[in-house]
């Protein structure tokens, strides 16, 4: 099936996606970069995303809502950093608050992502998420955007075996 | 919901573990049979400063100190590490279900648009 590779590095907070998709590179470029493909992908289950603005461009502005199972909406927004078609996008992610505006009480995640071609067929997206650790981490879990998480003594334990 | 990791919490659960030695005294720690001073022997630096870094890891919630016998012992506070995994958890779980409604939106053109027409030029 479709084959993610996610590697987590708790030190720096830091989340490094990768996988590989059977597409050219401007395609998977549109996925970002196309609002109604975007609000198809971006929401978790059952928090479905509507793409408000969107401007990709240096210094420019994405604004969304996911709107949950009881109608409740929680707001969002990018700010574009870079943007360079279809190779390179690097973007900070973050809550807003009802009126749209930034919630400096609510974390953020600065996200690069960078596709490439792989062969003539193939092309692979990396996407490199660092959360700000001096923001509300726990309040985007209190948010139940998840259901159940899991927590596995047997990872911790690989991951501290590590070195 | 599952985790409970405060504001607080998880900026000094980060800040702790952005530092070599102090995961490293996290590691020989979780023995949990050693004090401040055996932990200090290995690192070229003063007791003081590895006094602090415990301390650091300690409000942290990473690590106790608990009496054994007459000494005071270092123990690694497994439950507050799994607090901070379960961040990155959470994190990891939404991006896999991204990245799997990508392909997913991806798959949907690879489908033909009239999959039980024959192919012509195979017929002619």
Same mark, same amino acid.
């Given at each position: ?30 996925l970002w970069a ?24 240096? /210094? ?11 109608? /409740? ?7 574009? #950093? ?8 690097? #973007? ?67 991951? #501290?075996?590590?070195? | 919901?599952?985790?409970?990791l405060t504001d ?24 949990? /049979? ?48 799994? /607090? ?7 994190y990891e779980e ?31």
């Amino acid at each position: 099936m479709s084959a993610v590779d996610i590697t987590k590095d708790l030190e720096h907070a830091t989340l490094v996606v990768t996988s590989v998709f059977p597409a050219p590179p401007e395609r998977v470029w549109q996925l970002w970069a196309d609002p109604r493909q975007l609000e198809r992908w971006w929401g978790p289950e059952p928090y479905p995303a509507t793409v408000v603005d969107h401007d990709l461009r240096s /210094d420019g502005h994405v604004s969304y809502y996911m709107t949950g199972p009881e109608g /409740d909406q929680h707001k969002g927004y990018w700010r574009v #950093l870079e943007v360079e078609p279809p190779t390179r996008l690097v #973007l900070v992610d973050g809550f807003a608050d009802a009126d749209g505006e930034p919630d400096d009480d609510l974390p953020t995640s600065r996200t690069e992502v960078t596709i490439e071609p792989l062969d003539d067929t193939r092309t692979r997206m990396t996407l490199t998420s660092i959360y700000d650790t001096t923001a509300e981490l726990e309040q985007v879990l209190a948010m139940g955007m998840e259901e159940g998480i899991r927590t596995a003594v047997g990872q911790i334990d690989a991951l #501290l075996a590590e070195d | 919901m599952g985790a409970t990791l405060t504001d607080e919490r998880a900026d000094a659960v980060f800040g702790a573990l952005a530092d070599a030695t102090r995961r490293d005294i996290l590691l020989r720690a979780m023995g949990g /049979d050693l004090g401040v001073s055996e932990l200090a022997q290995p690192y070229p630096m003063s007791f003081a400063a590895v006094q602090k870094h415990v301390a650091v890891l300690e409000r942290a919630g990473l690590v106790r100190k608990r009496a054994a016998g007459r000494r005071r012992v270092v123990t690694t506070d497994m439950d507050g590490l799994r /607090d901070a995994r379960a961040v990155l958890d959470h994190y990891e779980e939404l991006w896999r279900g991204r990245v799997e409604r990508m392909h997913q939106l991806l798959g949907e053109d690879a489908l033909p648009s009239r999959p039980d027409e024959p192919d012509p030029e195979e017929r002619a």
